[in-house]
């Protein structure tokens, strides 16, 4: 528990009724921008690396092995190098929170017909993925529910005991290079598995802001010419708030008014 002084340190907690048991974790965050960039990434810099596939293979291969049940806007729709490698730094997969939460299907396809399957770093390498492709499976079979069932919970936390061991043989393996790495968030994500037996995931996960972010950009492209700084900003805003008030109208209103 947080001792009073600890407390202080942060914002959010001098809200009445805010504290460790009423904020919910971001499965957005925590996962498909954290955990699932670090592990994709890190499977593709070493089936790069080790097994020496050429990137051009590995765009190919992962483009052509979609499901089709994935959607065109949830794809990768080109892979570079410097997409998943980053000088001093570790292995990271670069794209939007739904490119990096629907890769999984078409890597691990790729990734079992590249791999040794006698080698233990080989099947580590692709437990990790089942065990992510499991988790995400779960949360979608339970999307519509408010709270996990208790067999969902124990399923759900088991890939993620299983999945965190398999991560940090991984991590202990590689030593020095920078391949599967280990922040909070694989920490976080335990809590978010036990917490699904009072508050299903989704309800907390900020797909919303992802998308208001894309609304940002297509706003400051409209924008950009001839201005800069605070004159751009202003513009932005000013757009922004002006598509909502007609939104705000009558249908007959808005009509006239296009």
């Known amino acids: 528990m947080f001792s009073a002084r600890d407390k202080d340190r942060c914002p959010l907690f001098r809200f009445h009724g805010v504290n460790m048991w009423t904020l919910r974790c971001d ?3 925590i996962k498909h921008l954290g955990i699932d960039q670090y592990y994709y990434g890190s499977v593709m810099l070493f089936l790069h690396e080790d097994l020496h596939v050429s990137v051009e293979t590995l765009n190919d291969e992962i483009r052509a092995r979609y499901p089709r049940t994935v ?3 949830c ?3 080109r892979i570079t190098y410097n997409m998943f490698a ?3 730094k570790f292995a990271s997969l ?3 929170a739904k490119e990096c939460a629907h890769v999984v299907d078409p890597l691990l396809s790729f990734f079992e017909d590249a791999m040794d399957r006698t080698n233990h770093v080989h099947r580590q390498i692709r437990l990790g993925m089942r065990l992510l492709l499991r988790f ?3 949360v979608d079979r339970n999307k519509d529910l408010d709270a996990y069932p208790p067999e969902s919970v124990r399923a759900l936390l088991e890939i993620v005991w299983d999945f965190q061991a398999a991560n940090s043989y991984l991590r202990a393996h590689f030593g020095p290079r920078l391949l599967f790495n280990r922040t909070i968030k694989f920490h976080v994500l335990v809590h978010l598995a036990v917490s ?5 995931p989704i309800a907390g996960w900020n797909y919303h802001g992802e998308a208001f972010m894309t609304v940002c950009k297509t706003l400051h492209q409209s924008c950009v010419r001839g201005r800069r700084g605070a004159t751009l900003s202003k513009a932005i805003l000013t757009k922004y708030a002006y598509v909502h008030k007609l939104m705000a109208l009558p249908h007959d209103q808005f009509v006239l008014r296009v």
């Open 27 to 29: 499965c957005m965050r």
């Open 71 to 73: 959607p065109h806007k």
């Open 75 to 77: 794809q990768y729709h």
């Open 86 to 88: 980053h000088a001093g």
């Open 94 to 96: 670069r794209g939007s």
């Open 136 to 138: 995400a499976e779960i």
């Open 196 to 200: 699904t037996r009072w508050a299903n």
